[in-house]
């Protein structure tokens, strides 16, 4: 089945430590997207990638970075994890080519990262 | 500029009961409009979209939506609660103004099921 998946589930870090959270695609979507989810809040975005284009968003800090060295592949890295960067990591894809704002994001099943 | 607000933070059915989540939102475009579902640490599943066609959208798991623009809002239905149906919904809208599909989540309703 065509699908959006996240690697690792659970991921436990280091306070300072890098780590990088992985998210794979076999939808051959254009756009992949990740977002942070905090508990018990919505889900907010940090960063999109269209294509190659890569969009910030304009609050996400500095420590988040994101790689897509290809279609099906995109990586979220945090270079020095806090303990306020603790939470759930979600990546989304969307096809990209539907009119603007009738896309559906397709999401993974998250990354929960634990910053110790 | 788009938003969402989800009237209920927690609703509780009996199962086999009906399910209301109540959702309006505020757009200065025709918006498109969805329903996630999100279950205890897993990812966000969509229940249902709606995008200027019938305004009264069927999705999965027996749930209906209906788009009232009189109104602003987008309320989530189900004639009978399960017990699989407990879970964290969110309504969202789409942001128009982004490059790519910026979605605006509202802030969620929790659903309790209870036998």
């Known amino acids: 089945d065509a699908m959006v998946i996240q690697n690792p589930r659970y991921q436990v870090t280091q306070f300072g430590k890098p780590v990088t959270l992985s998210c794979s695609q076999t939808?051959?979507?254009?756009?992949m997207y990740w977002y942070q989810q905090k508990s018990s809040q919505a889900p907010k975005l940090l960063f999109h990638y269209y294509d190659k284009d890569f969009n910030n968003e304009a609050d996400t800090p500095d420590n988040f970075q994101s790689r897509r060295p290809n279609t099906s592949f995109c990586f979220l890295d945090i270079r020095s994890p806090g303990l306020g960067d603790a939470a759930m990591y979600l990546c989304?894809?969307?096809?990209?080519?539907?009119?603007?704002?009738?896309?559906?994001?397709?999401f993974g099943p998250g990354t929960r990262l634990t910053v110790l | 500029a788009q938003s969402v607000t989800q009237l209920d933070s927690h609703v509780s059915v009996s199962e086999g009961t009906p399910v209301l989540l109540r959702c309006n939102y505020s757009s200065s475009y025709s918006p498109s409009l969805f329903w996630y579902v999100q279950h205890p640490n897993k990812g966000l599943q969509l229940l249902l979209k709606?995008?200027?066609?019938?305004?009264l959208v069927k999705g999965i798991n027996g749930f209906e939506a209906e788009f009232k623009k009189s109104e602003t809002s987008f309320h989530l239905t189900k004639p009978s609660a399960h017990m699989s149906d407990a879970a964290e919904y969110f309504c969202?809208?789409?942001?128009?103004?982004?490059?790519?599909?910026?979605?605006?989540f509202g802030k969620g309703t929790t659903l309790s099921v209870s036998s």
């Open positions: 709606y995008t200027s066609a019938a305004t």
């Open positions: 969202v809208v789409s942001d128009l103004n982004q490059a790519g599909t910026a979605l605006i």
């Open positions: 989304a894809t969307s096809r990209g080519s539907s009119g603007r704002g009738t896309d559906t994001q397709y």
């Open positions: 939808l051959n979507h254009n756009v």
